[in-house]
């Protein structure tokens, strides 16, 4: 039985391709679509199993190219003879097979079998980014982890967490911070960069357009000192829909061989908002940090040391277990002080964790206002202002945790209950 054919191929070299196709054993064209709204439509409506797609297609990214692969669509290359600059356009946008629109159809008819008969959808798999966007790099080094912070509403100090870890780690290895929270991003301010430079939305949009390798995501990514990198987040909450789940999964990867660690500063919004929406197709708010806490390969959950920070902290916990995460977690808990919890703090939340949410493992760090304001005013890192401060000891010992073991991403596991 034949395989149903899908071609987006504008150019002079069109009608030929398809009499190639048609040559084949085993294919058939079924709509040759005028451009990618066309090609979106047939694939949502089950007409075709694989798609030809050029690189000089309009309006042709990674989230269309995601959109094709969640319709169950295959998706090929095809490039015009000595177009080089599209051949690699199209591999890095993520396409494991390209092909050249003169190819003989006996040829194309191997490659197509290539493409079906293997196991993936046609990109290439997130953790192995093709070889020509990576330069030269020690084979046997391993890639960089990505740790998340993350925590529930309330201002626990995600943001300050975050950074902080980030900077510690800096003075252990190189380090890239990433701000990408949708909702109020913060770490350009923190640290009295411009937030107006382009950051983390420059690099989603070109990864969106296939045109993000290393040597750009460093450009993107400025030196702040220390070892420590920064993508700076959106300056504007109304822009979260520049940052697509498929571009945010492509930037961590490459994240994974520009540094040893990358630091991610999450949004709290973890509900899967695609299920309140008819559109299944429309970009998500919340598909950031879903996907952020999905690529992750450590997790630090972070909770405010009083009676509310607490409860949205055990109810945070219990919400991450109906999505994927990493199998190495800590809980932390800010902010800690006896003027809100009573007399001896950590051995009161300590026991309440421990009854009421089975938390036996929590870093504390201590409610330091003076040593976190004096820094946020000097827009620089406890490290710098503050470095004798019961908070910066504090954050030196959790970073102490991750720098000391580190482990392959190759090891890390998946956490996910049923819903």
Not at 168 to 188: N, W
Request: charged letters at 25%; one cysteine or more.
């Amino acid at each position: 039985m034949s395989r149903t054919v899908l071609t987006a191929v504008p150019g002079p070299w069109e009608s030929d391709l398809v009499t190639t196709v048609e040559g084949t054993d085993g294919y058939a064209v079924v709509r040759r679509c005028a451009d990618l709204p066309d090609l979106l439509a047939a694939a949502a409506a089950g007409l075709g199993e694989v798609a030809l797609v050029s690189a000089d297609l309009r309006a042709l990214d990674r989230a269309a190219l995601h959109e094709l692969t969640q319709h169950s669509v295959l998706v090929a290359g095809v490039v015009a003879p000595g177009d080089e600059m599209g051949e690699r356009r199209l591999r890095q946008l993520g396409l494991e097979v390209v092909v050249v629109a003169d190819t003989p159809a006996p040829d194309l008819q191997d490659r197509l079998d290539e493409l079906t008969e293997g196991a993936g959808t046609g990109l290439s798999p997130d953790d192995e980014p093709p070889p020509e966007e990576l330069p030269a790099a020690d084979p046997d080094a391993e890639p960089g982890r990505v740790l998340a912070v993350w925590g529930p509403t309330g201002a626990p100090g995600r943001s300050t967490v975050a950074l902080n870890l980030a900077v510690e780690l800096a003075s252990r290895a190189p380090t890239l911070l990433v701000d990408l929270d949708t909702y109020g991003s913060s770490q350009a301010q923190a640290l009295g960069l411009l937030d107006e430079a382009p950051g983390v939305a420059a690099a989603c949009r070109a990864a969106d357009q296939g045109t993000l390798d290393l040597p750009a995501l460093a450009r993107l990514a400025p030196e702040v000192g220390g070892g420590l990198r920064i993508l700076t987040g959106i300056p504007r909450a109304h822009r979260w829909t520049e940052l697509r789940a498929p571009s945010v999964a492509h930037v961590l990867t490459l994240a994974r061989q520009l540094v040893r660690f990358v630091v991610v500063d999450c949004g709290f919004g973890i509900e899967d908002d695609e299920e309140l929406s008819y559109d299944t197709i429309a970009p998500r708010r919340n598909a950031t940090t879903l996907t952020t806490l999905e690529e992750a390969d450590e997790l630090v959950v972070v909770g405010a040391g009083d009676p509310v920070g607490l409860q949205r902290l055990v109810r945070g916990v219990q919400d991450l277990g109906v999505v994927p995460t990493p199998a190495s977690r800590v809980v932390v808990v800010n902010k800690v002080r006896a003027a809100a919890v009573g007399s001896h703090p950590e051995r009161r939340i300590s026991e309440a964790l421990g009854r009421f949410a089975g938390m036996d493992d929590v870093v504390f760090l201590p409610w330091d206002p003076a040593a976190v304001d004096g820094a946020m005013l000097a827009g620089t890192s406890l490290a710098e202002h503050a470095p004798q401060s019961p908070l910066r000891r504090a954050v030196t010992s959790l970073a102490d945790r991750y720098a000391a073991q580190p482990v392959s991403r190759r090891e890390r596991g998946r956490v996910r209950l049923g819903r």
